[in-house]
């Protein structure tokens, strides 16, 4: 069994001095701040008049099984990719696109920084970008930029969730209806919403903010949202704490939430009643993107250490529904995770929301714990299967 670390106010609350550079736009600082230059939209360009053509030609027609769509944070594009041989094809969608939903219908919706985008991934062209109910200031990149982060769809494919960053402030949860492409609804919720979850039956939404400790519950009815704290660790530092929510998963047995600390702690998450309960979890390594399969097996992405002196690398995380871990080591920092259908293979994005991002993603064979990198995207944060 793994010990719980005590989180040490010099390793874990403050940036340690030999990291202190890489970090001051990193994951554990605050959602407020100015953009540096390099993190403004380019004076005079017209952001939503030039995310609507398709930028790398690409065959239209159903994707073929097994495709993958990645969002490119560090541009203003998605990109198909094979991954058998990379990159197919990349659309224009809008600015330092986030989180991506995939529905039914084969419809793609992308959180940007100026609002969803929705493509048609059969012929590979935008066909809306919804915009935003919320004043989120200014249209910028980087990792404090404002407007969407992430973002789920309803079992019924009716409405789109989606968790809008205010720089500086609460966040919103904004709900757009699918057959008339607006917002109907804007749900306050807590700072930075990093990720976005539904309930298996739609009776529920949740937000997981990164900046407030906190996953905020939204009846899909009412819309009434309700806080509850996440913080296995306290939450001594504030916004300059490492010790944050970052990604959720629904765990399909009973509908609790997953949420992987550090690689330490899996706080699972009781919506109905707010109460958390805590497992230990191998890794040891700062977390960030999770999901689940059918079975309740949860896949975790270490994007590296906190403190090289008692923290271990990237990795990829598999956790059996009763507890037993694998653990994959991973060539430099990654940010989300998606599984092949088959659940034989891990799709690992390299973009990261911090300092240490890379083009492409890294695949994982679940079985012989082969890893391969695939050059892909600019930045890819996002993922799904086709």
Not at 10 to 22: E, G, K, N, Q
Not at 41 to 69: D, F, M, Y
Request: aromatic residues 4%; glycine residues 14%; proline residues 8%.
């Amino acid at each position: 069994m793994t010990k719980f670390r005590r989180a040490s106010r010099s390793t874990r609350v403050l940036v340690p001095a030999a990291l202190a550079v890489a970090a001051l736009a990193g994951c554990a600082q605050g959602a407020g701040g100015a953009p540096s230059a390099s993190g403004t939209a380019p004076a005079g360009a017209s952001p939503t008049a030039r995310s609507s053509v398709t930028v790398t030609p690409a065959p239209a027609g159903e994707p073929a099984p097994g495709s993958l769509l990645v969002a490119d944070f560090g541009s203003d594009t998605v990109t198909f990719v094979d991954p058998g041989r990379g990159a197919t094809g990349s659309v224009r969608v809008g600015t330092a696109p986030y989180g991506l939903a995939l529905g039914a219908d084969g419809r793609a919706w992308v959180a940007t920084a100026e609002g969803v985008a929705v493509v048609d991934t059969a012929t590979r062209r935008r066909l809306a970008l919804v915009p935003y109910e919320t004043d989120t200031g200014p249209v910028t990149t980087g990792e404090y930029r404002g407007g969407g982060m992430g973002i789920a769809l309803a079992p019924d494919g009716r409405r789109v969730y989606v968790g809008v960053n205010v720089p500086g402030g609460n966040g919103a949860l904004e709900v757009i209806d699918t057959a008339k492409l607006r917002v109907t609804d804007t749900v306050p919720v807590g700072r930075r919403p990093f990720d976005v979850d539904v309930s298996r039956d739609g009776a529920e939404v949740y937000t997981t903010n990164h900046d407030s400790f906190d996953v905020t519950v939204v009846p899909a009815g009412t819309l009434e949202p309700r806080r509850v704290e996440v913080a296995p660790y306290g939450t001594e530092g504030g916004l300059g704490s490492w010790l944050k929510p970052h990604y959720a998963a629904v765990r399909p047995s009973d509908g609790k939430l997953l949420l992987p600390f550090e690689g330490e702690r899996l706080a699972v998450l009781d919506p109905r009643t707010g109460r958390t309960t805590i497992e230990p979890m191998t890794a040891n390594t700062h977390q960030h993107g999770a999901t689940v399969t059918a079975d309740g097996t949860l896949l975790a992405v270490g994007t590296g250490p906190i403190d090289p002196d008692v923290d271990r690398g990237p990795s990829l995380t598999v956790r059996s529904p009763g507890g037993a871990e694998r653990v994959y080591p991973l060539e430099g920092p990654h940010e989300d995770v998606a599984v092949s259908e088959d659940g034989r293979t891990a799709y690992v994005t390299g973009g990261f929301t911090r300092d240490g991002s890379w083009d492409g993603l890294s695949v994982v064979d679940l079985g012989s714990g082969e890893t391969r990198r695939l050059a892909a995207g600019s930045r890819p944060l996002g993922i799904v299967v086709l």
